[in-house]
């Protein structure tokens, strides 16, 4: 077996799987997750009529580079969506069977392990993808802290010069999972210069881009960055999107990677050979999807609205920092985050995930480290009695007795 299975950690859920057994919820109360980030509005009736209707496209092998109707649709909302003049369809996009895949799939087509100690940069906190994609390429994972103090924006003075040296690859989230923090034109154009001077790859997930608040502020994008900045050619640059949470269609599996044209004709050379073709039918729907804004400004809506409730009931009792975009609440804690969270599920019968779990201890800190992540991703009711119960959880707090009991009784815990 591949040895680098074994440097693996578990994934944030099978933590929290294992912080929470054997705890025993209120049973008066209706176990309630905002834990996981999978979108729970309805799928629009029209993906699901064009996936159906496209059935018969079952009995044909499809192309890994996808049908000709996909790239264009593609091309073109890139076009429309970031305000680029032009996308090749043929050269510069690329679907893909949702970002997931992709993400872990990059890292295996780009690293170079002939080179001496290969080393790939990615976000902290982080999508554990990132992480696993690094290690089981080869590479040793680098992280940036993304820290409050600056607004959770990247701070690339924190990797010394001889680790960008050995930089192959960097990872960049935005809107960021999970402090929902989109990266500005500044530092883009501070990245693009490490990328010339370095020769690194960057990998930017814009997964959530279409979830934000202001419809006249749409998140800038690294293809629009690096469109605004003369880098026509997106050199270096691979974007990474999805419709998992644009369109509410996570089962579809469907997104693409667009950007330097010259990486795609590799990548697709590699996907080639991995075997991750889009399903026809799959295909037929996605281009329907991208093609249609409607739904997605209808999406943001629900959205917007339960954030809005969210604002309002946690408002008194905590500090909350709205996202600049995606659909996650970055909350910080009176006490140890895993405790907060046991505390909380057993109290009140609702689930969040503990920010450390999506971090790593890094530059001395783990920047997760009494932080909880919120996913608001289910219907508003469930959104409201979820978050009126987590404010009841906030409130004890608001007495310092409560905090030494309950710090008094973590200790206490062998």
């Not at 893909?96 to 940069?121: C, H, M, W, Y």
């Not at 093609?291 to 400004?297: F, G, I, L, P, Y």
């Not at 709205?322 to 057993?346: G, H, S, V």
Request: charged share 20%; net charge neutral.
């Amino acid at each position: 077996m591949n040895p680098n299975l074994s440097r693996l950690q578990p994934y944030p859920f099978q933590k929290l799987a294992a912080l929470l057994a054997g705890i025993t919820p209120d049973p008066a109360l209706r176990p309630i997750s905002l834990s996981i980030g999978e979108p729970k509005h309805p799928t629009p009736q029209f993906i699901r009529d064009a996936l159906i209707q496209q059935l018969g496209g079952l009995s044909s092998y499809p192309a890994t580079a996808g049908s000709e109707a996909l790239r264009n649709a593609i091309a073109r909302w890139i076009e429309r969506r970031y305000r680029i003049d032009t996308i090749d369809a043929a050269k510069q996009v690329l679907p893909i069977n949702g970002s997931r895949e992709a993400l872990f799939a990059f890292a295996q087509a780009v690293v170079d392990t002939s080179a001496t100690a290969p080393a790939v940069v990615a976000p902290n906190p982080f999508y554990q993808i990132y992480e696993g994609a690094i290690i089981l390429a080869g590479a040793q994972p680098h992280f940036l802290n993304l820290l409050p103090d600056n607004g959770f924006a990247l701070d690339l003075e924190q990797i010394p010069q001889e680790t960008w040296k050995r930089t192959q690859l960097v990872y960049v989230c935005t809107p960021g999972n999970p402090t929902g923090n989109v990266m500005d034109i500044g530092e883009w154009s501070r990245l693009f210069e490490l990328s010339d001077r370095y020769g690194f790859v960057i990998a930017s997930d814009e997964c959530y881009s279409e979830i934000y608040f202001d419809e006249n502020q749409p998140p800038l994008g690294g293809l629009e960055a690096a469109d605004r900045l003369g880098r026509k050619d997106f050199r270096r640059l691979v974007a990474f999107s999805s419709l998992s949470k644009r369109s509410n269609v996570p089962g579809m599996r469907s997104g693409f990677v667009a950007g330097d044209a010259e990486i795609l004709a590799k990548f697709l050379l590699y996907r080639t050979y991995h075997g991750c073709a889009m399903n026809p039918a799959v295909q037929a729907a996605s281009a329907t999807a991208w093609s249609d804004e409607k739904h997605v400004a209808e999406n943001r809506r629900l959205y917007r609205e339960k954030f809005d409730k969210a604002r309002r009931i946690l408002s008194s009792v905590t500090e909350v920092n709205m996202p600049d975009a995606a659909f996650y609440l970055w909350l910080r804690t009176p006490i140890a985050d895993t405790e907060f969270a046991k505390q909380l599920f057993e109290q009140f019968n609702v689930t969040v995930v503990p920010g450390s779990y999506l971090a790593r201890e890094a530059h001395g800190i783990n920047p997760g480290r009494n932080f909880i992540r919120v996913a608001l991703v289910a219907a508003l009711e469930e959104c409201v009695e979820a978050l009126q119960r987590l404010a009841a959880f906030y409130a004890q707090f608001k007495n310092n007795d409560a905090v030494a009991s309950l710090n008094t009784h973590r200790r206490a815990v062998p």
